[in-house]
């Protein structure tokens, strides 16, 4: 059952999808103020609205260009027991997009001049196997061959304690920093750095305890301290919600069984402990933030633009070919433009943010159940094209 903080590796041809009945209407021709008409908003929540019903947690969709709003909607509920209606500008458990910030804090610290590209994971943890080939550059691009953590210790969790019910004690418990650390040493691929592509939780996960060893806080602080605090990212926490009733933040649910099978229901998902996450998939934000994330990093705050250049390039391999990522971002093009983007999943959410840089626009999908156990990769997806061909043809 692999079903936390996974990416969803959408590939991501979905970027390279037509709509002709657009072709008048793209951000790069339009002069005039940038909308959604009424056609096209009826169409987009026809399709939400058949694939998430009123009554099941639901969806947040926002759409920016240039700070403007363009279209901004939550539909379902936050709350399956409850009923309580899902609302805009809650905020979400991110998962993977969590990702874009740890990348972020290692360019900072590089910036600074306390890191670089080409150090060696043996000055940080020389014991660890191949530790003087694999550098800073192949964790950030998912090149280094190390093994996920996250699939493993949650499906052994579930295995052994599924009988007892969801919660935090059976699901998340013999998880620590030693366990996770023995676990991506003795399973670790011994491929060769930076000759293959494979996404990696625990490739993150080891970026994330660099940034504390190098500059001697905790990973929590120091990305509040040089990415949050700094771009005023209000609503973007580390900090899970107190309970399950707090105004500010989504329920996020999932399956028992398969959710097309007669009887199957939503169940409400604890937020994820900070410590079983950490770098790889901790951050909760609401969208507007991370949409504001994507804006100011990319004009240059935080790292400088000829850093930020490298960090949006696909990594070029040993053979030759290009990674799917650059340092932290997929990286794809649109009618000649770069899309950055970056998906996220955990066990009662999922997450799809796309930005182009160059138009200053940005489509974010919340979702508040888990996305492979109701096939919503597919369907946020479609949703994603067709925001896009409202644009992009």
Not at 71 to 89: C, D, R, T
Not at 219 to 226: G, L
Not at 359 to 374: A, E, K, L, M
């Amino acid at each position: 059952m692999k079903i936390i903080l996974l990416i969803l590796i959408i590939g991501l041809p979905f970027l390279n999808s037509r709509n002709s009945g657009h072709s008048e209407k793209t951000i790069c021709a339009r002069d005039s103020v940038y909308s959604i008409s009424d056609q096209e908003k009826d169409s987009l929540e026809a399709f939400i609205h058949k694939n998430y019903r009123d009554s099941l947690p639901g969806l947040e969709i926002l759409v920016i260009h240039n700070d403007k709003p363009l279209y901004q909607k939550a539909f379902g509920v936050s709350h399956f027991e409850k009923q309580i209606p899902l609302k805009k500008n809650l905020i979400f458990e991110t998962g993977s997009v969590t990702k874009l910030f740890t990348a972020v804090g290692i360019l900072n610290l590089i910036e600074k001049g306390k890191l670089s590209l080409t150090d060696p994971l043996s000055e940080f943890y020389p014991g660890f196997p191949n530790s003087r080939e694999i550098k800073i550059k192949h964790l950030l691009s998912h090149t280094a061959g190390i093994p996920d953590y996250a699939i493993h210790f949650m499906e052994k969790n579930i295995a052994e304690h599924f009988d007892q019910g969801f919660s935090r004690t059976n699901y998340f418990q013999d998880i620590d920093r030693q366990r996770i650390r023995k676990y991506l040493k003795n399973n670790y691929t011994r491929s060769q750095p930076g000759s293959e592509w494979e996404y990696s939780n625990g490739g993150y996960y080891l970026l994330g305890l660099i940034i504390e060893k190098v500059s001697g806080v905790s990973y929590f602080t120091y990305i509040r301290n040089n990415i949050i605090k700094p771009l005023n990212l209000k609503y973007a926490t580390f900090r899970d919600p107190e309970n399950t009733s707090d105004p500010k933040y989504a329920c996020g649910h999932y399956y028992v069984n398969n959710p097309s099978k007669e009887g199957s229901r939503p169940y409400q998902a604890y937020y994820l402990p900070n410590m079983y996450a950490f770098s790889a998939g901790s951050l909760n934000s609401r969208l507007k933030d991370l949409y504001w994330f994507y804006k100011q990093v990319t004009k240059g705050k935080i790292i400088n633009k000829k850093l930020l250049e490298k960090a949006m390039t696909p990594y070029e391999m040993k053979n030759g070919e290009l990674a799917n990522t650059g340092y932290g971002w997929f990286i794809h093009k649109k009618n000649g433009k770069k899309v950055i983007c970056h998906p996220g999943c955990t066990m009662g959410f999922s997450t799809i943010t796309h930005y182009v840089p160059e138009d200053d626009f940005f489509i974010g999908i919340y979702t508040n159940r888990h996305s492979q156990q109701c096939n919503l990769s597919s369907v946020n997806i479609t949703l994603t094209n067709k925001v896009f061909s409202y644009f992009y043809p």
